[in-house]
């Protein structure tokens, strides 16, 4: 398991490129977490570190979670997470893990919940069609019909697309591209939409998956790459053409003076 990052959802805006591109960006808020225990294999028979998250109120917590950090000697942590580690030795208690996690990172994958929607119908939460709108379909025009089969199985299968409630669910959104990240701030803005509302928890984490997709990053700069070679090749095409113009210019003027000087000959001859 990839060691993540939990942080807060912020909002949505856009980043301009120089090429004059805008793409649309998530602002994501990541808090530094801290190792609080080391798990090895002789404790519990696997390696992992368990980290914490955001602040909170002493008096918000229980007896038992006061006791263990202050058998840590931390300060206490809303949220604690466990990552599992192939080699334990590399991590301390009381370090800090920040954005520097995801430095040269160009994709990542993220886990939040969905909005919730409520009680909704089988046309909003399974995109079903529904009855006909016509006369003869007496109030069942968004029903979902018939559920069950026969006196044979005599139940409804577990797993059957029916109306319920609908969202307030966790999900994940893999390969989303990193389109910058601000370390000061401790801001990261990641291209496309991210499950959750606004000042949502989401949890952040390496791509699992291994992409060979170019970037919006490296795009434009392909882009402004080209336009400079083109601008060059037009600049050498058009300084070619005003040399050889002024090539010309300079013959045409040479044979004026060479026609004006013969005929300045021929005048003083008839003379």
Known sequence: MNIGLIGKKIGMTREFFETGISVPVTVLYIEKGRIIDIITKEKRGYDAIRVGFGKIKPSKLSKQMKGVFAKKGTEPKKILREFRVDN??????????????????????????????????????????????????????????????????????????????????????????????????????????????????ILIQKNKKKINRTTTLEASKKLITETSKTDTKTKSASNKKTETNKTEAKKTETNKTETKKTETKKTETKK
């Open 88 to 201: 334990v030795s590399e991590y301390k208690e009381g370090n800090e893990i920040g954005l520097e996690l995801f430095k040269d990172q160009k994709f990542v994958d993220v886990t939040s919940k969905t909005i919730g929607k409520g009680f909704a119908g089988v046309m909003k939460r399974h995109n079903f069609s529904g009855l006909r709108a016509s006369h003869g379909v007496s109030v069942s025009h968004r029903a979902h019909g018939s559920t069950g089969q026969n006196q044979d199985p005599g139940k409804v299968f577990k797993g059957k697309k029916m109306a319920g409630h609908m969202g307030d669910k966790y999900r994940t959104i893999q390969n989303l591209e990193v389109i910058k990240s601000d370390i000061e701030n401790n801001l990261i803005y990641i291209k496309g939409s991210i499950p959750g509302s606004k000042n949502s928890t």
